[in-house]
């Protein structure tokens, strides 16, 4: 008996399943950066406006790419998402200006 394991048969990497996963460690990130959660690395909120604007650029860009891509429920999961992260943005930068 061989203690060499045969490969697992597995599914190719999807591009759209790593962009989706992406997505949702960006909007992570953004809640962050907003001021709306904890740092996860520090445990305290630090917001930073400019880099949650640069996490929700990204998010709607893979948004764009994703939706023909998505089934209605996921679709309004995902808008639903972006669409809170903006209202967000523009709330906390007009406490800023």
């Known amino acids: 008996m061989s203690s060499v394991e045969e490969p697992q048969s597995r ?5 759209h399943m790593v962009l989706a996963v992406m997505m949702d460690q960006l909007a992570d990130l953004a809640w962050q950066k907003l001021g ?3 740092d996860v ?3 305290k909120i630090a917001p930073n406006l400019s880099q949650a ?3 929700i650029d990204v998010i709607v860009s893979i ?3 994703l939706d023909p891509h998505l089934d209605d429920e996921d679709r309004r999961q995902v808008q639903g998402m972006v669409r809170d992260l903006q209202i967000n943005y523009v709330e906390r930068n007009q406490g800023n200006a």
């Open 53 to 55: 604007k640069s996490a």
């Open 36 to 38: 709306l959660r904890h």
């Open 11 to 15: 599914e190719p990497i999807d591009v």
């Open 63 to 65: 948004s764009k790419i």
């Open 41 to 43: 690395g520090s445990g």
